[in-house]
């Protein structure tokens, strides 16, 4: 690591913090030559995996835009993408690896989608999924009617 202030090409760490729930590390540094302090922040990198082959950095505001677009129209506010986005990224790098999969990635979303708003998370899995049908749109509605139905069966307390 070069001295930001007499480019010297060697410091020396003198601590070392974990940051951002661990996904960074926060280093104090001296140098030896000029004997000024700085700080730096070292951050992990997580690599996604294309079909394609190509592997790019990970990216949440990529993840905030494309749920952006299938909630278009819809009473989501920026609030509750941001929210989404952040427990993804959460979920991917809670996984520990160094390079997740695209299709894991839209996976993740899809969970908390379907919490956000319902015709949102249609749209989205009709893309990412690559319906085909009105069967599989059918399909679809059935399983999130019987999760409404099973929510709302668990959440009855009432006697009669």
């Known amino acids: 690591m070069h001295c930001p202030f ?5 410091t020396r760490v003198i601590d070392s913090r974990s940051a951002d729930e661990g996904a960074a590390i926060r280093r104090r540094r001296t140098c030896p030559v000029c004997e000024r302090r700085f700080t730096t922040q070292e951050n992990v990198l997580l ?4 079909r394609s082959g190509v592997t790019e950095p990970f ?17 989501v506010s920026e609030d509750a993408l941001a929210q989404l986005g952040q427990q993804v990224e959460e ?3 809670g996984r520990g690896l160094a390079e997740v999969p695209a299709n894991e990635i839209g996976l993740a979303i899809l969970v908390p989608m379907r ?3 319902e015709v949102a998370y249609l749209h ?3 893309v990412y999924r690559g319906f085909e049908s009105l069967a ?4 679809e509605i ?10 709302s069966a668990s959440g009855d307390n009432t006697t009669g």
Request: overall charge positive.
């Open 6 to 10: 007499c480019r010297h090409p060697d």
């Open 47 to 50: 690599m996604v995996a294309k």
């Open 59 to 75: 990216s949440r505001t990529k993840i905030i835009a494309g749920v952006r677009r299938a909630c278009q129209g819809r009473p």
């Open 91 to 93: 979920e991917i790098r």
């Open 115 to 117: 919490d956000l708003d």
């Open 124 to 126: 989205f899995a009709s």
């Open 136 to 139: 599989d749109f059918e399909a």
């Open 142 to 151: 059935a399983s999130l009617r019987a999760d409404s139905e099973a929510g």
